[in-house]
């Protein structure tokens, strides 16, 4: 897989998915996260003196009534780099004098041998000052049942179809809002088989978890009451089913002014599997 796409959205979840970064540091130091209310995103800069600045992948911070209680600095990693033993302590201490408060690294990877290296001691000099990163695999995951790390685990190389297909039934567990916005982040990093199969299961899965998604369509297509606003949700919602409309069939679509056989096409677009009978008709 692509490291640009898998490190973004391997991020993206661990900002997204509520619990999971917490998950994350709670199995791999057997400590609990602070007590919090709330959890932002601190930017990616930590800047101790112009014209010093180094970015960080993502930083979140764990408060409790607006005061930080913990920094968490996350970081894909892909391959060993000297010059992260630099960063990372730069990072860490950058962010503790920032935000008053405790920090952790975090550091993401699906290289065990990148993984071997990462949690190796960081020494500052002299064997005083040691940097110990938090260092999670992503192919050393045992997500069971905890849905966050299942969104993490698909990204694995060795995850598998029996793994994204159990993914898909517990994405059909939740709200319908959530459910799409973490398919399409899979949707978006997911690469070749993983990709095809995701699509797939996206397609088989609709009526589950996607069909709430749709109707919120249709209904916004019919509010509009426009012609052109109806033509482009009937496109939206063949999009959200992962069904590919051919550019003939969308400027079809797109041109027609007939309103009720728009409201048929649109009434079908949730439901249909052949879109080359539909809109031949």
Same mark, same amino acid.
């Given at each position: 897989?692509?490291?640009?796409?898998?490190?973004?959205?391997?991020?993206?979840?661990?900002?997204?998915?509520?619990?999971?970064?917490?998950?994350?540091?709670?199995?791999?130091?057997?400590?609990?996260?602070?007590?919090?209310?709330?959890?932002?995103? +601190?930017?990616?800069?930590?800047?101790?003196?112009?014209?010093?600045?180094?970015?960080?992948?993502?930083?979140?911070?764990?408060?409790?009534?607006?005061? @930080?209680?913990?920094?968490?600095?996350?970081?894909?990693?892909?391959?060993?780099?000297? $010059?992260?033993? %630099?960063? =990372? @302590?730069?990072?860490?201490?950058?962010?503790?004098?920032?935000?008053?408060?405790?920090?952790?690294?975090? &550091?993401?990877? &699906?290289?065990?041998?990148?993984?071997? =290296?990462?949690?190796? @001691?960081?020494?500052?000099?002299?064997?005083?000052?040691? &940097?110990?990163?938090?260092?999670?695999?992503?192919?050393?995951?045992?997500?069971?049942?905890?849905?966050?790390?299942?969104?993490?685990?698909?990204?694995?190389?060795?995850?598998?179809? !029996?793994?994204?297909?159990?993914?898909?039934?517990?994405?059909?567990?939740?709200?319908?809002?959530?459910?799409?916005?973490?398919?399409?982040?899979?949707?978006?990093?997911?690469?070749?088989? +993983?990709? !095809?199969? =995701?699509?797939?299961?996206? $397609?088989?899965?609709?009526?589950?978890?996607?069909?709430?998604?749709?109707?919120?369509?249709? +209904?916004?297509?019919?509010?509009?009451?426009?012609?052109?606003?109806?033509?482009?949700?009937?496109?939206? &919602?063949?999009?959200?089913?992962?069904?590919?409309? @051919?550019?003939?069939?969308?400027?079809?679509?797109?041109?027609?002014? !007939?309103?009720?056989?728009?409201?048929? =096409?649109? !009434?079908?677009?949730?439901?249909?599997?052949?879109?080359?009978?539909? %809109?031949?008709?």
């Amino acid at each position: 897989m692509p490291v640009g796409s898998r490190h973004e959205h391997v991020l993206e979840l661990v900002e997204q998915v509520p619990g999971l970064l917490e998950s994350l540091i709670e199995r791999n130091t057997g400590k609990e996260v602070p007590e919090h209310d709330s959890v932002d995103s +601190a930017g990616e800069s930590a800047t101790i003196r112009e014209p010093i600045e180094v970015l960080a992948d993502s930083v979140r911070v764990f408060r409790k009534n607006g005061r @930080p209680q913990l920094a968490v600095i996350v970081e894909m990693q892909h391959r060993p780099s000297k $010059k992260k033993l %630099f960063d =990372w @302590p730069h990072f860490l201490f950058g962010f503790r004098v920032e935000h008053g408060c405790p920090t952790v690294l975090v &550091v993401l990877t &699906v290289s065990a041998k990148t993984a071997e =290296w990462a949690r190796e @001691p960081i020494d500052g000099g002299l064997g005083q000052s040691l &940097v110990r990163p938090i260092v999670i695999c992503l192919d050393e995951l045992d997500p069971q049942s905890d849905l966050g790390l299942n969104l993490l685990f698909a990204f694995a190389d060795k995850s598998s179809q !029996d793994n994204l297909e159990h993914l898909a039934d517990a994405l059909a567990t939740i709200p319908a809002d959530q459910a799409k916005r973490y398919a399409d982040i899979l949707l978006g990093g997911l690469r070749g088989d +993983a990709a !095809d199969t =995701w699509r797939e299961l996206m $397609k088989r899965n609709y009526q589950m978890y996607q069909n709430e998604y749709a109707q919120e369509l249709l +209904a916004r297509g019919r509010e509009e009451g426009q012609t052109q606003g109806e033509a482009r949700s009937i496109l939206r &919602v063949l999009a959200a089913r992962g069904i590919a409309v @051919p550019d003939r069939i969308s400027r079809k679509i797109l041109a027609c002014q !007939d309103q009720s056989q728009l409201d048929h =096409w649109l !009434d079908q677009a949730a439901v249909t599997d052949d879109i080359e009978r539909l %809109f031949s008709e």
